[in-house]
């Protein structure tokens, strides 16, 4: 296919703004996928995603587009996730193409999300093309949403935007004509060494790791001889191709072709996505620029319910390979035994990894309150030392200095909204650094710990602004916090899964809490059970659970002998801790 006929695309959106629709749209007036076939909403196959309704994976498919001229090109659309946790991928899957899409809702206008990404467009220095959807809708109205892109890009012509019903088709003909005249048909030499960008990959059962590229320069076939630059790893390819969106095996991918590789690789360990493929014969020099290691924001626990470890951890590292922000070690604990300490971006990142696990491998886990890294400084030493898991955390005597990271959390939002959403950055104790108007938008930074973020902050934000609001997120070092370690003992004996590091501002509220929820919640016992909450050697709260039925007199009340047993002997955790002790926790906010 001559280079100069193909065009890689994205489409950005707010959500429900109809990228999905749209998408599919393209897809049916291209010779992709035929009326039969044609399932709503093609690109969201993961049962994840079909769940939440919102898109993952990034995913490429190739369509072929005879334009008015009967000339036919090669149109890679590639499908970018939706979600504000996935913003790291949404950046990566745009690497991967030379424009895109952008699309409003005529109904709704620019939202949070519609600038969030024309951004990350802008900042690739990508082609835009802006579109107006839903133009079918009665409550449309062109007139301002034009003005809000051009708000948006002052640089926008009013007779350059498109007006379309994604849902009736209606005007997705131009569509395609622009993709053709706006967006750039991909540069690179055939002929020079090759260079692939990696920009999702998955394993298969029976055919390894299959990696998604787009191939910058040079070409690819089967039985290419290629190493994967970062991670170091060589392999024979076994097979390249495209998505139709069903997989069709291709001779050869060439500078500017999107496409999959069978790597040939069985470890899903060891290739990352974001990596550069080369060739081994002639490799090339340097890899491609941008490749960053994401860094978890936040770290759990994960611990099988019913099924053993070995099929646990296979499972963790498939999905490991399928996810690049997602990291893991093992971990274990007394009271869950053996399991995993979870890296995440977000709470909503680890909302989808515990149900990617129970859909994709049938595994039910139990996911431990999350925290972020603890940079800790212990009296007479210099160097300070790193803690993500909470037992971890050293002695309150030997600490002079706890630390823990912030980030600069860019929230935009509409003009009217800012005083509930500063109420909100600073009880989560944000500081604000910068205030930036952008139309009708506000863009508010806020210096936060990221402990405040992950606790359910992103879904604060979506209540109190209505949905209107979208969080981004760029890291700031460490700083300073009063931060306490909060130990739960159950019948005076430790429960280790369940310590928490919190501010010491909020840690009598937040032990009052947790020691009535787990009187509610824990398993009763014949005898009662005493329910504490420790910091630095004292008890701030305290709840009995109630003994099965009443054995004596005396009633809930533990007696002293039993007290001191404990208290001496090796007290031991046979305490049966259900999910929703810790879903309760997560709760607290
Ligand atoms: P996404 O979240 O951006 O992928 O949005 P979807 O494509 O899933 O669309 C969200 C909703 O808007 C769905 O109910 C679509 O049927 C609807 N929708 C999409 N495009 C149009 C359109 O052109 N007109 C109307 N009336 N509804 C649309
Ligand atoms: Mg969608």
Redesign the pocket.
């Known amino acids: 296919f001559p280079q100069d006929h193909i065009r890689n695309f994205a489409i950005i ?12 749209r393209i897809m049916e007036m291209t010779s992709t996928v035929s009326d039969r076939e044609s399932t709503a ?1 093609q690109l ?1 196959d993961l049962a994840v995603e079909k769940a939440h ?3 993952v994976k990034s995913k490429a498919v190739r369509n072929y587009y005879i334009d008015d001229q009967h000339d036919e090109y090669q149109y890679n659309l590639i499908d970018t996730p ?1 979600h504000v946790d996935f913003n790291y991928e949404v950046s990566r899957s745009l690497s991967a193409t030379d424009g895109v899409l952008l ?1 409003v ?1 005529a109904t709704k206008g620019v939202q949070a999300q519609t600038v969030a990404n024309f951004r990350l467009a802008k900042e690739a220095g990508l082609t835009i093309i802006p579109i107006i ?5 009665q409550m449309a109205d062109i007139q301002k949403t034009t003005e809000q892109l051009l708000e948006l890009e002052p640089t926008f012509q009013t007779d350059q935007i498109l007006h ?5 088709g ?1 005007g997705v003909d131009q569509v395609l004509l622009a993709i053709r005249d706006q967006i750039p048909a991909p540069a690179g030499d055939i002929q020079a060494p090759l260079t692939a960008l990696v920009f999702d990959s998955k394993f298969d059962p029976y055919k390894g790791v299959i990696a998604q590229v787009r191939i910058m320069e040079g070409q690819l076939s089967a039985q290419t001889k290629q190493v994967f630059m970062a991670s170091q790893v060589a392999s024979t390819n076994k097979e390249v191709g495209v998505f139709t969106p069903e997989p069709q095996a291709l001779q050869t991918l060439r500078a500017g072709d999107v496409g999959y590789l069978v790597t040939g690789v069985k470890n899903p360990d060891s290739i990352k996505i974001g990596d550069t493929v080369t060739n081994e014969i002639m490799p090339a020099k340097q890899p491609l620029p941008g490749y960053q290691e994401v860094e978890p924001m936040v770290y759990a626990g994960l611990y099988p319910k019913d099924t053993d470890y070995k099929e646990f951890k296979t499972a963790i590292e498939k999905l490991a390979l399928n996810d690049a922000a997602f990291h893991y070690e093992p971990e274990q604990s007394e009271a869950l035994g053996m399991g995993f300490r979870g890296g995440f971006l977000g709470i909503f990142h680890l909302q989808i990894i515990r149900e990617r696990l129970m859909t994709e491998f049938g595994i039910n886990v139990l996911t431990t309150m999350p925290n972020s890294t603890f940079k800790i400084t212990l009296k007479n030493q210099n160097e300070p030392v790193y803690v993500e898991n909470p037992i971890q955390f050293p002695d309150w005597s030997k600490i002079s200095l706890v630390e823990e990271p912030y980030v600069h959390a860019k929230i935009t939002l509409p003009n009217e909204m800012l005083n509930d959403i500063m109420r909100l950055a600073e009880s989560r104790r944000g500081i604000l650094e910068d205030l930036d108007t952008l139309g009708s938008m506000v863009v508010a930074t806020y210096l936060m710990p990221i402990s405040e973020i992950a606790y359910d902050f992103f879904n604060e934000l979506k209540s109190v602004s209505h949905g209107f609001a979208t969080l981004s997120t760029e890291s700031a070092d460490y700083n300073y916090s009063d931060l306490v370690k909060l130990e739960i003992a159950i019948d005076y004996a430790n429960i280790d899964a369940l310590t928490i590091i919190t501010h010491r501002l909020k840690a009598e509220r937040i032990a009052q809490n947790m020691v009535t929820k787990l009187r509610d919640l824990v398993p009763r016992k014949l005898q009662a059970m005493p329910v504490q909450a420790i910091v630095e050697g004292r008890v701030i709260a305290r709840e009995n659970i109630p003994p099965l039925r009443k054995v004596a007199a005396k009633g809930t009340k533990v007696s002293k002998k039993q007290q001191q047993l404990r208290r001496s002997g090796q007290a031991k955790v046979d305490i049966e801790l259900p999910q929703a002790v810790f879903d309760a926790i997560l709760d607290l906010g």
């Not at 379309?164 to 009736?168: D, L, Q, R, T, Y």
């Open positions: 959106a707010h959500i429900d703004h109809g990228k999905s629709t749209l998408a599919d909403q969201d309704g919102v898109t939706g699309v809702d959807n839903k133009i079918d809708n379309i019903s994604a849902k009736s209606l």
